[in-house]
């Protein structure tokens, strides 16, 4: 019943940037946080980052510098700003709500259809 619906993906190439949106049809309060999640051909899923509904920020290793990620809780939205892209950025990105806890999140059972990113050489 809840939808999460990402957008912004696209072609681009290295060194450019990429902003991409996440909408939640609604909160789900016990869920406290969002995050983005990646995914490339043959690889596991990654979390890329996440944001708790007070701040809470924390990136992968692979990403801290260059992509940002921004909430407006009103709006059950999250945005996640990548520059400086590179070709291993390359994966489908999707929009989870979860949980933050203890330094650590824990991915929910709501995610978007994905949005696709393509770095080109």
């Known amino acids: 019943q809840v939808q999460v619906v990402e957008s912004g993906g696209g072609l681009v190439q290295t060194g450019g940037s990429l902003r991409l949106s996440c909408a939640a049809s609604?909160?789900?309060?016990?869920?406290?946080?969002m995050a983005w999640y990646r995914q490339a051909p043959e690889k596991q899923r990654e979390l890329v980052a996440y944001?708790?509904?007070?701040?809470?920020?924390n990136y992968a290793d692979s990403v801290k510098g260059r992509f940002t990620i921004s909430r407006d809780n009103a709006k059950n939205t999250v945005w996640l700003q990548m520059n400086s892209l590179k070709p291993e950025d390359t994966a489908v990105y999707y929009c989870?709500?979860?949980?933050?806890?203890?330094?650590?999140?824990?991915?929910?059972?709501?995610w978007g259809q994905g949005t696709q990113v393509t770095v080109s050489s």
């Open positions: 609604e909160r789900i309060y016990t869920l406290n946080a």
């Open positions: 944001i708790s509904d007070i701040g809470r920020i």
């Open positions: 989870n709500m979860g949980t933050y806890y203890s330094g650590t999140y824990f991915a929910g059972d709501y």
